[in-house]
């Protein structure tokens, strides 16, 4: 927060004292920058070579993030960037013609050393787009289908994250698959819980702490399904309300969210069974060898159809295979499908470039990609092809019926050749104004 606030304090310190510079060009004021705005300038570059060396250590994954967003914005950027400059050449000319010099000659030599400085600036602005490449500059019947939905442990901005609300709020977004996570408990029974490791197992989503204050659990194994059964897995979400949602629900919602338990995977399968949609989970096991066959009875016996269960945990594949070949087994390493003949990956939403997809798409893999909740990105994601996404915002994404942008290459030329032309022609006429 601290550091939030110190930003924003020298960003607007910053922003203003380069209004006051355009200010004091446009009357012709010589521009003296005192002292202490000369320090406190230099504390605002160093604070964005900080944030930009601190992002690159700590969050060294994002970096594919931000490339991804130029993709969604580099067009209007670049709109944007040539409309800035066309405002501001008035003030750079008048500079020019400002020139001090001994004589004639000297003038002439400084105002041409500014023309090409101007030039040099401003030419990469024009020219980028050239440059610019995004998955969404395609003609619109090139528009692939609509991604596929997968509700992250449900809709958890809707109902606490892998509970049998939050799966059926994700029914109503007609959502492809169930995205969950399944451990084991001492007595052999599968239940949905994502948090594993450690101290942090069951507290963040149940009410342990309450139950047994005196124990300390770091294994799915430390506990009956009986035991398991017994914990809410609601109230958390009602007070920490992790996505800022909580407020939408109605009266009835919050009262439900609240009661909300752990479910076992039996009563997800019977779900899935009812309306026909597929699950896809981690298992989350201290022993997965053994554990996996207490999976895979419990699913056979459930009597969902194979199909409709896409197997993800890679350790005991070829068991699985052996015992249940109607299951599509989903892998998260490309080399690994290509050499065992799968058909289906899912992997981070960062991992391929728009031309892997298409290529992936091409082949007939059916890709899907995690986890993806901003409009920005699934629309990407749409112009690049993939199948099918995970999500924790079922409910927007599936009130979307096309990506936010789609552009034809051609068109895109001519707009922006358009724009540069324009600007070109009102910045020559602000020159010829200011001589
Ligand atoms: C279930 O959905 C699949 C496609 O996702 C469809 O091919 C199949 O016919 C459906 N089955 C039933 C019983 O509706
Ligand atoms: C993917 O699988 C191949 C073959 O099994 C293996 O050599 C490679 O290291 C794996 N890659 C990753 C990132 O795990
Ligand atoms: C992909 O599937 C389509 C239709 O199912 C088929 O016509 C095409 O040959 C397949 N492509 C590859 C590379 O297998």
């Known amino acids: 927060m601290v550091l939030v606030i110190i930003s924003a304090v020298l960003t607007s310190y910053c922003v203003l004292l380069l209004f006051f510079a355009l200010f004091q060009v446009a009357l012709s004021e010589p521009l003296n920058l005192h002292w202490t705005h000369k320090v406190f300038l230099f504390c605002g570059v160093l604070l964005i070579a900080f944030g930009v060396t601190g ?3 700590e969050w060294k994954e994002e970096w594919p993030t931000v490339l991804l967003s130029l993709q969604a914005t580099a067009p209007f950027l670049q709109f944007g960037a040539v409309g800035a400059l066309t405002l501001l050449s008035p003030f750079v000319f008048h500079h020019f013609y400002m020139a001090k010099g001994k004589c004639m000659y000297e003038k002439m030599i400084i105002f041409q050393m ?3 400085m101007f030039v040099v600036v401003s030419a990469p602005i024009f020219i980028c787009p050239l440059w610019i490449q995004s998955p969404c500059l395609i003609k619109q019947e090139q528009l692939p289908a609509k991604p596929k939905l997968i509700g992250h442990r449900g809709a958890p901005m809707l109902a606490p994250e892998n509970t049998m609300m939050s799966f059926s709020r994700s029914v109503a977004c007609n959502v492809t698959a169930f995205e969950t996570d399944v451990q084991i408990s001492k007595d052999g029974i599968p239940f949905l819980m994502h948090d594993h490791q450690g101290s942090g197992f069951l ?4 009410n342990v702490e309450d139950k047994f204050p005196n124990n300390n659990f770091n294994s799915s194994y430390d506990l009956t399904w009986d035991e398991y059964k017994d914990l809410n897995a609601g109230e958390w979400f009602m007070k920490t309300d992790p996505f800022h949602s909580v407020s939408k629900l109605s009266h009835e919602e919050k009262e439900m969210s609240r009661n909300e338990k752990i479910p076992s995977l039996l009563q997800l399968l019977n779900l899935s069974k009812q309306h026909n949609i597929s699950v896809i989970f981690d298992l989350y096991s201290p022993n997965t060898g ?5 999976i895979v009875s419990t ?6 159809d194979p199909s409709l269960v896409l197997w993800l945990p890679p350790a005991g594949r070829d068991y699985v295979n052996e015992i249940a070949p109607g299951f599509i087994q989903v892998y998260s390493n490309v080399t690994e499908m290509f050499m065992r003949g799968g058909t289906h990956l899912n992997v981070k939403y960062s991992k391929f470039s728009a031309a892997e997809i ?3 798409r091409r082949r007939n893999i059916t890709v899907n990609l995690w986890v993806v909740n901003e409009r920005w990105l699934f629309s990407l994601l749409w112009c690049s092809g993939a199948s099918s996404v995970t999500t924790n915002s079922c409910h927007l994404l599936k009130d979307m019926n096309e990506p936010d942008w789609v552009m034809s290459r051609q068109k895109y030329n001519v707009i922006w050749i358009t724009v540069n032309a324009a600007s070109l022609l009102i910045m020559t006429a602000f020159f010829i104004f200011q001589g």
């Not at 507290?203 to 149940?206: M, V």
């Not at 053994?290 to 207490?294: E, G, L």
């Not at 699913?299 to 969902?304: E, K, V, W």
Request: a positive charge; glycine letters at 4%; charged letters at 30%.
């Open 358 to 360: 298409r290529e992936l």
């Open 290 to 294: 053994n554990d996996t066959a207490d």
């Open 203 to 206: 507290r963040r989503t149940t």
């Open 299 to 304: 699913i056979l016996s459930s009597g969902i």
């Open 114 to 116: 500014k023309y090409i």
């Open 55 to 57: 992002i690159s250590l």
